[in-house]
């Protein structure tokens, strides 16, 4: 069973910058297809940003150019460097994984909460 958990979010002002990670567990995390969510107070889960096992990136248009994903599979851990954070950037961050380049997402982390401050 694969577990993911993550870590890294906490308050910071707006133009900020805060480094999330998701440390992987129980499995063979270079064959994971890997990805950001976030959930705000009200709203749906949205996507924020993948990474296939490759290396190969993809971004919501609202973090573009802002947020960054990366993998290190020496450590089984994924990470989003977030810059120029903005309020609307606030939410709880889920990373999750799954084995093919497409489907459901199979695993998820509990969440980090990102707050950003006017």
């Known amino acids: 069973q694969v577990q993911l958990v993550e870590s890294g979010g906490g308050l910071v002002q707006a133009g900020g910058s805060l480094r999330l990670s998701c440390a992987a567990s129980?499995?063979?995390?270079?064959?994971?297809?890997m990805g950001w969510f976030r959930q705000a107070p009200g709203k749906e889960r949205e996507f924020v940003a993948n990474?296939?096992?490759?290396?190969?990136?993809v971004y919501a248009d609202s973090v573009k150019g802002r947020f960054t994903i990366s993998r290190d599979n020496a450590k089984n851990t994924i990470y989003l460097q977030m810059n120029s954070l903005k309020p609307e950037d606030t939410a709880v961050y889920y990373c999750?994984?799954?084995?093919?380049?497409?489907?459901?997402?199979?695993?998820w982390g509990q969440g980090t909460q990102v707050t950003v401050s006017s």
């Open positions: 990474i296939r096992k490759n290396a190969i990136t």
């Open positions: 129980g499995g063979t995390f270079s064959s994971y297809f």
């Open positions: 999750a994984g799954r084995l093919g380049n497409v489907g459901s997402y199979d695993y």
